[in-house]
């Protein structure tokens, strides 16, 4: 299985990384940023390990997630093609209705 980060979800771990630098300093920052990409490392072996996404915006949709500190990391599986997609990145202290897709 190859992981895939969406252009979304790289520019949702730029602003993260961005917001912790400004907020706790670039070590901090970097940290965050390295356990939110190693997380996904899971998914090679175990690609249904994540729970199943009951957000009413992609519910039935197939999309699963991890979660990395106060991060929510939306996958979706692509068993056909061999590829698991990261969508998104999203703060699970945010309001669940922002999360896009």
Do not use: C
Not at 3 to 23: A, C, F, N, R
Not at 37 to 61: F, T, W
Not at 75 to 87: G, H, T
């Amino acid at each position: 299985m190859q992981i895939l980060w969406s252009d979304q979800s790289k520019h949702q771990l730029k602003e993260i990384y961005i917001y912790y630098k400004e907020v706790a300093g670039t070590k901090i920052a970097k940290s965050i940023k390295d356990k939110i990409i190693r997380k996904p490392l899971l998914l090679k072996s175990h690609p249904e390990i994540g729970q199943l996404e009951d957000n009413p915006i992609v519910a039935g949709r197939g999309f699963r997630y991890l979660v990395e500190g106060h991060h929510k990391i939306v996958y979706k599986r692509y068993p056909d093609q061999a590829i698991i997609l990261i969508a998104a990145v999203f703060d699970t202290r945010m309001n669940p209705t922002s999360l896009r897709l």
